[in-house]
Structures are given as C-alpha cells and as structure tokens.
C-alpha cells in the first residue's frame, strides 16, 4: 500500500495538532497515529447525543467505491432512520467530508464505512488492526485508548495480565478526535501497527463511532 519501508532502529511516534493538516502525517515512514484535535461544531455534537439518547440500536455498514475523486461518497441509506433529528445533514456531510479526505490522502479506491452505537467495549484488549490504515472518530462518548510505543511488550498482547493498569500509561483521544491509525498491513509497518484498544463503558453509557477501512 505504501512505499516507506521502516528501519529496525527507527522510533515509532504518535502525533497531534489542531488542524486537518496532522493527519498528512501519517504518511511518514515513523509515524503510525495522528491524531486531529478537533472540537465538533455544536449541531452534530448535540445530534450525536440526541441519537445516543434514544437507545436504539446503529450498527451500518457500507463499501464505498471512490472512483471519482470529484464525486461525493455515496452515503445513501446510512443512519436514514434518524434523518428527522436536528442536525442530521450536518452530521452527514461531516462524514461525507472525512470519507473524501481519507479516499484523496491515501489514495482509496474503496472505502469500509462503519458507523455505530455501542454500549460495551468491542475490543476490550490492547491489540493492532491488520488492515493498512484505519480512520476513527467518536462523535458522542469515550474515545479509544492507545498506547506510546514501549510501554506494552508486542508479545504480550493479548494478555490482561500484561496490559498497563497506570492511567497514566493510556492515551486516550478525545470525543470528535479525528485518528488515523497504521496497522501491521500497511507495508513497511509491520511489527510496528498502533497499539490500541476500546474504552471500558459503565452501564448505560454508549459511544457513536465511525470507522473507515481502506479496501483497495
């Protein structure tokens, strides 16, 4: 997927700003999570809450083909049922904007979209994705939790026993964050994808995240 090819003696790092700009950084051969600290505007922050609040269940999923780069993604049936909320088109075309800076700085042709309300943990454990190149956002909720390069042994994911228990320890991004995320199939970076993981929710709290998986 991608030409760099990492150094056995490289430091991987992680990196922040306040801009969209950041996310370019994820391209650098050391860098395998930037992160956009963005704060949403207050319609699709107040539309995502409303939604959450509702306790409905939200698990959509489309592939997006991404042919035009001119085009808009078609999002045609995403989150329809909730269309009569207050803020929805705006909601929508924040997606829509991601979806086609994703496609333009990877190069995506197609495009795994998946958008969803979750009331537990999906990844409760410390683990890497093996996909290439991961988006995430948290429109309303707890954000993921990741960890700085060295502080979790790549041998022992998986294993509770191993994962870091000083908060201190665990990054967490910020609702609205926006993060893309390397992972062990994006060619160059193996051994070296993000480690991360779901935040542990109490009962009665849910999350609104949005994914998007780079398929070709």
């Known amino acids: 997927m991608n030409a760099f090819a990492c150094s056995p003696n490289m430091t991987i790092k992680q990196v922040c700003g306040a801009t969209p700009h950041i996310l370019t950084r994820v391209l650098d051969e050391d860098v395998n999570l930037a992160v956009w600290q963005r704060h949403l505007p207050v319609h699709i922050a107040d539309f995502s809450d409303l939604l959450l609040s509702l306790d409905e269940p939200l698990a959509d999923a489309l592939s997006l083909e991404m042919n035009d780069e001119n085009a808009q993604p078609n999002l045609h049936g995403l989150a329809h049922r909730f269309?009569?909320?207050?803020?929805?088109?705006?909601?929508?075309?924040?997606?829509?904007?991601?979806?086609?800076?994703y496609a333009c700085l990877l190069g995506a042709k197609r495009i795994g979209l998946r958008l969803?309300?979750?009331?537990?943990?999906?990844?409760?454990?410390?683990?890497?994705?093996?996909?290439?190149?991961?988006?995430?956002?948290?429109?309303?909720?707890?954000?993921?939790?990741?960890?700085?390069?060295?502080?979790?042994?790549?041998?022992q994911l998986g294993q509770a026993q191993a994962e870091p228990t000083q908060a201190a320890l665990i990054e967490q991004l910020n609702t609205g964050d926006v993060a893309l995320l390397k992972g062990e199939k994006w060619q160059g970076n193996e051994g070296a994808g993000l480690i991360h993981r779901s935040p542990a929710l109490q009962d009665g709290e849910r999350r609104l995240i949005l994914t998007l998986d780079w398929l070709a």
């Not at 009331?119 to 996909?131: G, I, L, Q, S, Y």
Request: with cysteine; charged share 20%.
């Open 83 to 101: 269309n009569d909320l207050e803020g929805y088109e705006s909601f929508m075309a924040d997606v829509a904007w991601l979806v086609s800076a």
């Open 116 to 155: 969803r309300a979750l009331d537990k943990a999906m990844c409760p454990r410390f683990h890497v994705d093996h996909v290439p190149a991961r988006l995430i956002t948290t429109y309303a909720g707890q954000g993921s939790q990741w960890l700085a390069e060295g502080v979790m042994a790549r041998q």
